[in-house]
């Protein structure tokens, strides 16, 4: 996956971080998402219903089970999503990579198919650090950037247009990284949104220290 995320890095770029997730972290946060609850309340409330119509006494027509439990069984949908999300995080997170160069971010992400993302960081209005329960305890962290719009494409070319934020999530570097791309992000916003000397291959007007 890296070797397909790095193909799209331009001639003209330099590499400054490239990485995955914490594994233990991405695990956990894939395992204890904010679906468990709803999973764990409708399971227990669907499967009680399939236990008393197996076992109850109030049921006297047995070929009644021939429609419930195939109805009920479906009606576990969202019990089986979740648990198909959760048995997939080893393939998502094979699919998941992070590259940051001097002019961009890629994250390639996915799970049956593959998605690449790339965003200039001309194109970026904000860059945030998050850190929620797991990340604390795993001592990783999220950071998180914002834009009027992003471009994902996936292995076959097609583009999806979102205004959603993206991050480079649950790794153990955040720090640097974090003040990596702000730095990045700040310097090269800065020189397009002041183009002084119109715009030579040194901005000499802002004190940014972007060349190129």
């Known amino acids: 996956m890296e070797n397909e995320l790095k193909a799209l890095v331009g001639t003209n770029e330099k590499i400054l971080y490239e990485g995955k997730p914490d594994k233990k ?3 956990f946060e894939s395992v204890f998402n904010p679906m468990l609850p709803f999973a764990l309340i409708w ?4 499967f009680g219903i399939i236990g008393f119509s197996i076992f109850g006494a109030a049921v006297d027509d047995r070929s009644f ?6 109805f009920m069984l479906l009606h576990l949908m969202p019990v089986w999503l979740y648990l198909g999300g959760v048995l997939l995080t080893r393939r998502k997170y094979k699919n998941t990579y992070y590259i940051v160069t001097d002019r961009a971010v890629y994250i390639s992400s996915g799970t049956f198919r593959k998605n690449y993302f790339n965003k200039p960081f001309a194109e970026l209005s904000h860059v945030d650090l998050h850190r929620g329960i797991f990340d604390q305890w795993f001592d990783v962290g999220d950071i998180i950037f914002s834009s009027s719009h992003f471009i994902t494409r996936d292995s076959n070319g097609n583009q999806t247009i979102s205004s959603a934020s993206v991050g480079i999530n649950s ?8 003040n ?5 992000q700040q310097d090269i916003y800065t020189d397009v949104m002041y183009p002084n000397d119109k715009r030579p291959a040194e901005n000499h ?3 940014t220290e972007y060349k190129g």
């Open 25 to 27: 972290t991405f695990i």
């Open 43 to 46: 399971g227990i409330i669907d």
């Open 65 to 70: 089970l021939y429609f419930i439990i195939p």
């Open 171 to 178: 790794i153990k570097d955040y720090v640097n990284v974090y």
């Open 180 to 184: 990596l791309v702000k730095k990045l």
């Open 205 to 207: 007007g802002y004190n």
